[in-house]
């Protein structure tokens, strides 16, 4: 069964340094989203991208997040100066053309120290 | 803005036991439900999806249903496993304008089955 992979599945980093976080999709899907879950909350959506452009986005996704698709592969999300709030499990989603169900990678957990 | 809200936040129940899981939802336009499955510390699978002119969907133990207009949904879990332990998440999407549709999430059941 096809599934989308998130790499890697646990980072630490300092605080102030920037960290890059891989997702390879389902094969043939077009839509991509990142969400969070922070320690005992929600599930948040942070950002939506499509047809190599931001879509939606939350909020939370300020200046300090990007994300891409450098290869027109892999689905990345670029924290450029972590603090530690951003500690969190980040969960990448993909989802089909005409497609209606999101299917989610395992996720990374940031430590931000 | 839309709101997610799962009750009870945690269930116990002695293996065997069918039980039912509830979700609320305070804006009605919904585009679809889907209920997750979330391990401890694990990402979430997707159980059952419901599209919004849906009543309800089956997989197996579990049943899904859906009420739009009074923003409810209840998943129904047959015969309960200890294998079934686990955090049961709620997530709608909304109608708009563009396609991403992205979700809202409860915050979840954690349910334990006793063996």
């Known amino acids: 069964e096809p599934e989308v992979t998130q790499t890697p599945s646990h980072q630490v980093t300092q605080m102030g340094q920037e960290v890059i976080l891989r997702c390879v999709p389902i094969s043939n899907h077009l839509y991509f989203y990142w969400y969070r879950q922070i320690l005992g909350q929600k599930v948040e959506f942070l950002v939506s991208?499509?047809?190599?452009?931001?879509?939606?986005k939350s909020e939370i996704f300020d200046d300090q997040f990007s994300v891409e698709r450098p290869d027109g592969s892999n689905f990345t999300l670029k924290i450029r100066s972590t603090k530690l709030e951003d500690s969190a499990m980040y969960f990448c989603?993909?989802?089909?053309?005409?497609?209606?169900?999101?299917?989610f990678g395992q996720g990374t957990r940031l430590t931000v120290v | 803005k839309q709101e997610v809200t799962q009750i009870p936040a945690a269930l116990s129940v002695p293996e065997g036991e069918n039980l039912v899981l509830n979700c609320s939802f305070t804006d009605s336009a919904i585009y679809n439900l889907q209920w997750f499955r979330q391990d401890p510390g694990k990402g979430l699978t997707s159980l059952l999806l419901i599209q919004s002119s849906q009543r309800e969907q089956t997989s197996g133990r579990l049943n899904a249903s859906l009420d739009k207009s009074s923003g409810r949904s209840t998943l129904y879990i047959a015969a309960s496993q200890p294998g079934d332990s686990a955090t049961y998440l709620c997530a709608v999407s909304r109608i708009s304008s563009g396609s991403a549709r992205q979700l809202t999430f409860g915050s979840g059941t954690q349910l334990t089955v006793l063996p």
């Open positions: 991208f499509y047809n190599n452009e931001i879509s939606e």
């Open positions: 989603a993909t989802k089909g053309e005409g497609g209606t169900e999101a299917f």
